[in-house]
T-cell receptor, first 112, second 112 residues
Framework: QKEVEQNSGPLSVPEGAIASLNCTYSDRGSQSFFWYRQYSGKSPELIMFIYSNGDKEDGRFTAQLNKASQYVSLLIRDSQPSDSATYLC????????????FGQGTILTVHP | DGGITQSPKYLFRKEGQNVTLSCEQNLNHDAMYWYRQDPGQGLRLIYYSQIVNDFQKGDIAEGYSVSREKKESFPLTVTSAQKNPTAFYLCATYRHSGNTIYFGEGSWLTVV
């Protein structure tokens, strides 16, 4: 069974701080890695994806990938209360049509 | 409007009943997926389809069935064999160019 594990939460950070979310995966054949944000009762929204080792930045979000360590992370800079949500890590296998395996999610709370 | 339409948004099932969740897309995406989410959990793959008239079991297919007679449609039937069907069900599509999965708004199924 291919596994995706996220750091257990909930994670609580003050407004303006950096939130760090972590994810490890078991399948070395994984090709693409995704971070989704999910508000309570809603469907997941894509934040960003990464497929090369290193960092990828998009606004206040930075994804970091280390394939040798089978580790992917998401940093949220200048955290805002509106960032409070569940963050899901997802890993795509090497096939063409995107079978995605999700982690269990980490609840983030940003308090004013 | 372009997108993925799931219906109904809320559904109640009696013991021993089969129910069908609808998923329609007008994005012209080839691949479609059904995920199940239990409270506080990540998403688990039920079934997925890469092309019309073809579909594969995901990690938790027992008690579910699907069909893919048209590119636009991928209905999910929750059969009476699924003993614990109360959950949030999410339909998704995949665009190969752009490497992105899009989600519908989800359907809540409750057993009464």
């Amino acid at each position: 069974q291919k596994e995706v594990e996220q750091n257990s939460g909930p994670l609580s950070v003050p407004e303006g701080a950096i939130a760090s979310l972590n994810c490890t995966y078991s399948d070395r054949g994984s090709q693409s890695f995704f971070w989704y944000r999910q508000y309570s009762g809603k469907s997941p929204e894509l934040i960003m994806f990464i497929y090369s080792n290193g960092d990828k930045e998009d606004g206040r979000f930075t994804a970091q990938l280390n394939k040798a360590s089978q580790y992917v992370s998401l940093l949220i800079r200048d955290s805002q209360p509106s960032d409070s949500a569940t963050y899901l890590c997802a890993v795509k296998d090497g096939t063409s049509y995107g079978k995605l395996t999700f982690g269990q999610g980490t609840i983030l709370t940003v308090h004013p | 409007d372009g997108g993925i339409t799931q219906s109904p948004k809320y559904l109640f099932r009696k013991e021993g009943q089969n129910v069908t969740l609808s998923c329609e897309q007008n994005l012209n995406h080839d691949a479609m997926y059904w995920y199940r989410q239990d409270p506080g959990q990540g998403l688990r793959l039920i079934y997925y389809s890469q092309i019309v008239n073809d579909f594969q079991k995901g990690d938790i297919a027992e008690g579910y069935s699907v069909s893919r007679e048209k590119k636009e449609s991928f209905p999910l039937t929750v059969t009476s064999a699924q003993k614990n069907p109360t959950a949030f069900y999410l339909c998704a599509t995949y665009r190969h160019s752009g490497n992105t999965i899009y989600f519908g708004e989800g359907s809540w199924l409750t057993v009464v």
